[in-house]
């Protein structure tokens, strides 16, 4: 097999790195957002709020270019050829991503860590249902690693067959607040990004601070998992996608 990524997950960004405290290595999967690796819909359910702010363009180091909207670096860059790869060669891609989890496994078994793998650091791919390996999805192929992921589609949230090691936590943009009360009535858990500080409770549910680690199978349900804005962009939205009255 030929590995095209020498370093597939992110366990050493800001956001990874809190995971330590938590007894876990914590490897985020990033790859370019929508449609901006050319090649198809990777957020098929994306609002114009949540592309206009993606983390995945607009925050850490793939915001540090001279020109935030056409500007260019290596993280983006890197990001836009995992998703091609993704769509253009499905089976290697699943492959090599496997390949990686599975180094991920013997290093947090030497560190004696938990393992937390989320796919989708910037995307919204359903790989609960994606052959990895001998037919299977990565969350059979490694039944003891834990998967967590943020998802705007409903049907992955509410699914009968989800496997028990793939937590999901619903996102909330400006288009699915009804969709969200759903979410939340079936007793799961869903993020919300508030623009000035937490607050006690939204939509009649205890607000917990989401941004203490990324380990989402540790939360209670169901609740709201409270994020701040990231990035310039986020913090003077004004697309409704950052929740600001409460």
Request: hydrophobic share 35%; aromatic share 8%; glycine share 8%.
């Amino acid at each position: 097999m030929k590995i095209r990524f020498s370093r597939f997950f992110s366990t050493h960004s800001a956001k990874a790195i809190k995971a330590d405290k938590y007894g876990s290595l914590n490897g985020i999967n990033y790859m370019a957002p929508h449609t901006t690796g050319g090649v198809g819909n990777l957020c098929p359910k994306s609002s114009p709020g949540c592309r206009s702010l993606c983390l995945g363009i607009y925050s850490g180091q793939a915001a540090i270019v001279k020109d935030i909207e056409a500007g260019t670096n290596s993280v983006r860059d890197s990001r836009q050829r995992k998703a091609k790869y993704f769509m253009s060669d499905r089976k290697a891609f699943m492959a090599e991503m496997t390949w990686h989890i599975r180094k991920l496994v013997k290093q947090s078994d030497k560190k004696n860590k938990n393992l937390v793998i989320r796919p989708n650091g910037s995307t919204d791919i359903s790989f609960e249902r994606i052959a990895a390996e001998n037919g299977k999805p990565l969350p059979f192929v490694f039944p003891s690693v834990q998967f967590v992921d943020y998802t705007k589609i409903l049907a992955r949230v509410l699914s009968k067959t989800k496997p028990d090691n793939y937590h999901l936590t619903f996102s909330l943009s400006e288009e699915n607040l009804d969709e969200a009360k759903q979410v939340l009535k079936a007793g799961f858990n869903v993020a919300v990004v508030f623009g000035h500080g937490l607050p006690k409770k939204y939509l009649g549910h205890e607000v917990i601070d989401g941004t203490l680690h990324d380990l989402r199978q540790l939360d209670p349900s169901p609740v709201i998992v409270g994020l701040d804005p990231k990035g310039a962009k986020a913090k003077t939205d004004t697309t409704g996608f950052v929740v600001h009255d409460y």
